[in-house]
Each structure stands twice: as C-alpha cells, then as structure tokens.
C-alpha cells in the first residue's frame, strides 16, 4: 500500500514512521507547502518521495490529512475531488465538526475516514517526529456511518495493528470532549506560562525554584500557535464553554483563600481527588 502524507511535521510525520515500523505501507509520499519541511523529512527516512499534491493522490491508495485543522476542510474537499472509488481519505485533526459538515454532501464522501488519534507532544516539525508514537493511545472516529464499509474497515485494522483503542463518536461529540480534555489544558498552560513571565520581572528568582510540578504544568504552552490558534478557533463555542467553568473554579478557589476558608479549600481539593478514579 502507497500512502501519502499531506503535512510531514510531528503527527504526519510520527504517522508515517509507525505505518514503516508496522510494515503497513510498501511506500510513503510526502506532500508539504514548506520546502524546508519537505528536505528535512526526506534526510529523516520519513518519506520516501516529495510529490506534489496532485501527484501524490493519484499514485496513493491512502491519503493522510495532517496539517492544522483551519486547512483541512478545502484540502479535504480538494482531495476528494481526485480519488477513485477505491482510495481512502483520512484526516487526523483535533477538531471534527466543520470539516464534517464541509464534506457532508460531497459524492465522495463515502471515501473519507475522520480520525482523531489522541497522541500529541509540545514540539513541531518533521524533527519532532517519533517512533512508538500512537500505540496505546486512544483513537476517536467519528461519523462513521458517513464513511463506506470498506474505507472505515481499512482504517479500523490499519489503527488496531498500531495498537491503538478506538472510540466512535459523532463529530459535534468528539469537538465537545476534546475541549474538556484537551483544549483547554493547552489554554490553562499557556495562561499559566504568561502569569509566571509576568511575575518574573519583578521576581528574579521564580525560574530557579520552578521544580516538577511546574515544568509538568507549563509544558504544552511550548506547543505551536500555528497548532493551536486554529483549533481553539474552530472549537471556540465548546472551549468558551469550558474556559467558563474553569474560570468558575478558579474563582471559588480565590473567595476561598480569601475567607481563610481551609476547610472549603480541602473539600474542593478532596473532590478533585476523584479524578484518580478517571486518570491512574
């Protein structure tokens, strides 16, 4: 199987060393709008071929949609116009809703596969790629019902053999639960990297006392605006949603400390700690 990937940065990129690793594809075509991009994934082993992308979706039997999500509704369009009756579309962007509704009524629609595998680092570019990078992280496919029974079955065993869960959601689900389990952890990071910066110039020693749990917290405000603005845009009502009952939290947390209430601030606490039961 020949399989082209559109956007060779960390998650096509990591995507095309694991369909290697898994002896998946006999073939991986690299199609990307940055030359740098192109040359680095090539001196990297992860492609095989730069094509352009009329090239690449006439030779691949599968074509992987990975770069940011504001894009990916034309270039799906796009894409979709090309393929035959035999060749499978996915993407693997964060968000679902609009990319879905953009195809709904595209006569190829059948031949697309929306994916959402869960797997993600703080770092871009084809050097950030890795090997090992989805096994045993869930995948979500949504709409389902809207791709055909051979292009979902392809994709279904393509993701089992890397190793990952699947989960099937519609894609106005799958926008909503990424927001609250994804999204606006990367807002929280990037709020929390701007208050400290604040801070640090007016504490010069922030920065040498930060330990683990700062590091752990602030960690994906390294993450890519070109990533993020595009999600958090596309996903704006659900995030809005959640950034609103974050904020809320926030708040009692502040009343709290400002009554001196101790006993308020374990009781909130003590009700987090039931987060174990979902995260171990």
């Known amino acids: 199987m020949k399989v082209a990937i559109v956007g060779v940065g960390l998650i096509g990129g990591s995507f095309a060393l694991v369909l290697k690793d898994k002896g998946i594809c006999t073939e991986v075509i690299g199609v990307d709008n940055s ?65 879905c509704e953009v195809i709904a009524q595209h006569p ?40 055909d029974p051979d292009a979902l079955k392809m994709i279904e065993d393509i993701y089992t053999r890397i190793g990952m869960p699947i989960k099937y959601m519609s894609s106005e689900e799958q926008d909503m639960h990424t927001a609250y389990v994804s999204h606006i952890s990367h807002i929280t990071s990037f709020a929390l990297a701007l208050t400290v910066l604040e801070k640090e110039r007016e504490e010069e020693h922030i920065f040498d006392l930060a330990g683990g749990g700062f590091e752990s917290t602030v960690r994906l405000a390294k993450s890519s605006p070109n990533t993020w603005v595009p ?34 601030l374990r009781q909130m606490m003590s009700k987090a700690n039931r987060i174990r039961k979902i995260i171990k």
């Open 35 to 99: 030359e740098k991009n192109r040359v680095r994934a090539m001196e990297l082993g992860l492609i095989d071929r730069i094509m352009t992308l009329d090239e690449a979706v006439a030779e691949a039997d599968l074509i992987v949609l990975a770069t940011p999500v504001d894009s990916i509704p034309l270039l799906a369009v796009k894409v979709l116009n090309r393929v035959n009756e035999r060749q499978v579309v996915i993407d693997m962007g964060s968000t679902k809703q609009e990319l």
């Open 108 to 147: 190829r629609r059948g031949r697309f596969v929306a994916t959402h595998p869960m797997w993600g680092t703080e770092y871009s570019g084809p050097e950030a790629a890795v090997h090992e990078s989805f096994a045993g992280r869930t995948v979500v496919l949504c709409d389902t019902e809207k791709s």
């Open 231 to 264: 999600i958090f845009m596309q996903n704006k009502y659900n995030v809005l949603d959640v950034l609103r009952e974050h904020i809320h939290q926030l708040q009692i947390f502040r009343r709290m400390l400002e009554k001196d209430d101790a006993e308020g």
